[in-house]
């Protein structure tokens, strides 16, 4: 798609995200470009290992080289039921497919299961980066509990040949302490064998669902990202922000905060409530990658929307798996690629 295609197709809203003139500007920014692991991590405790397969992300697919990310995630076979995310597309059942998609598409990388991965790795993980998701929430146990476990071990993801392995943590949840001391040990092991880390960093808690939902919060979701950089995630993965003032919602007593979020770092406007995202990652210096979110209507519109904002905030780029994977494989090669064209457009800039 063109600069003028995207314009066209996202209509009003497009002048509304490209004229707002953010409150933390981005000469405090890190920002994504060609030289991003050399000037980003380059002075960091990674090991030669580690920027090699973080170069190697970055350097794949129809991104390559331009510091911006397009990843294909497909674990929902577990977070969400085979059948659930399947159903509408049985031809993901066989995981091949998968990483068909995510090479048609030109996909930096492919992010997925032990068990997908495993089953097609001789094949294909010299073609495109392989990101093991290692823990994973399965909806089998009756009542369904909402936790996240580990699946396998750093050293097999080590031993398909991952570039990268993924985990998520439920910030806030009664479990996130434990969440987060395993995920930090593996992490940290993931490192010492060379790969690079990336980080699911989700809000889980019933009591965030008050007159909004505040597990979309900017404020809640910029401190589970900061914790995130914290324990050495290379990259963030966060969903867009919908809100903010959740540490307010949650009343006294919950958390710390503080007012100049809202009136000096933050405004309501979506690029704003981003970029807050983006500076709680180190001020960029670990890169956002925001979710594309559930299948609707609007699939094409809303990814491509979603890319326009993170790109304009300041992120990363985006990974995106229903709105690509449940259609059939044109549509979502398609949908991948009208992702990727907001990043390659020169004229689209960080605001």
Known sequence: MTTQEIQSLLGAEFDSLVSVKPKV?????????PDVVDRLFGNSNRSICVLHHLQRIYGHGRLANTGYLSILPVDQGIEHSAGASFAANPAYFDGENIIKLAIEGGCNAVASTFGVLASVARKYAHKIPFLVKFNHNELLTYPNKFDQIPFGTIKSAYDLGAAAVGATIYFGSSESGRQIVEVAEKFEEAHSLGMATVLWCYLRNSEFKKEKDYHLSADLTGQANHLGVTIQADLVKQKLPENNGGYLAMGKGYGKTDKRIYSDLTTEHVVDLCRYQVL??????????NSGGASGENDLKDAVKTALINKLAGGSGLISGRKAFQKPMKEGIKLLNAIQDVYLAKDIMVL
Do not use: D, E, F, V
Request: charged letters at 10%; proline letters at 11%; hydrophobic letters at 35%.
């Open 25 to 33: 500007p981005k000469s405090w920014l890190h920002l994504p470009g």
């Open 280 to 289: 709680n990652c180190y001020a960029g210096r670990i890169g956002l990658i």
